[in-house]
């Protein structure tokens, strides 16, 4: 056995790397449901074709590790942006536009059963299937500050990654010591910055929550979720049979991210 051959087998197996690298290359992703609003001027976030072993990581996704797997795979694929720094409602809209720049041409396709044709069926995705809701044209930043009947002013900001991970830690942290907490509550405590222009500590923000009456509780949650926008839960998209404009519930199976390719179908349905 020639130990040189070997040597230089693997010096080509890493020069054909190094140039599909640089084949990936980034693209400004324009369009977010935040629309940009939140982030600091002159942000552009860049994101270029997934690499296999990110498809694969993304198909393992559960609910419980699908925070860690979207974060890990944004961070190593994304540019322009701090990932503490996205908007979590940005994050799934990232993870589909990744996924469409992926498979560009048409051909790799998810099969479902058509609800429409009653055929096992197949569609291609793309951005084009995603029902977005943008974040309102009216938002600004001063917004984020209102004021309940009782007279209390509250500042809040939109959750950001950032936020999540606090989250995370927290509950770890005093799993154990708090018992009963509630998800909701906890939510609108990381988001609130101050109550009566006061920077208040985690579990005082939420014992004041909890204590508020139900009156002024359901008006501090319908403002701060007056200005929801992300991605809704439902695709839309377009039969390969019949053609039909059908609703899919979105899941992240491996299929969706490695789709069979099938160009047969692409040959047939040409002209
Ligand atoms: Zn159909």
Known sequence: MKMENFDEQEKKVNVSNIKEDESLSYTDIEDLPSRYKLYSKGVMIKGRPLKLFELKKLSTMTELNSDTV??????????GINIDDVIVADKLYLIFWLRANTYREPG??????????????????????????????????????????????????????????????????YASIIKDISNDIF???????????ENLELMDKYDY????????????????????FGIMTDLEVICNKCGGKIPV??????EFFIPEYNDEWIADNEF
Do not use: A
């Not at 939510?187 to 222009?197: E, L």
């Not at 519930?249 to 491996?254: K, L």
């Open 108 to 173: 790799y396709s998810v099969n479902f059963h058509c609800s429409n044709c009653k055929q096992d069926s197949s569609y291609d995705f793309n951005l084009n299937n995603l029902k977005v809701k943008y974040v309102d044209e009216s938002f600004t930043l001063e917004k984020l500050t209102f004021s309940l009947t009782n007279g209390d002013t509250i500042s809040f900001h939109i959750p950001k990654v950032s936020d999540e991970k606090r989250t995370i830690k927290f509950k770890n942290t």
């Open 187 to 197: 939510d609108m405590s990381i988001v609130i910055d101050q109550i009566n222009g």
């Open 209 to 228: 929550i909890s204590n508020l009456t139900p009156q002024l509780f359901s008006q501090l949650k319908s403002k701060i979720k007056k200005w929801d």
């Open 70 to 79: 979207i974060n890990d795979v944004l961070k190593s694929s994304l540019k």
């Open 249 to 254: 519930g979105i899941t992240f199976r491996e």
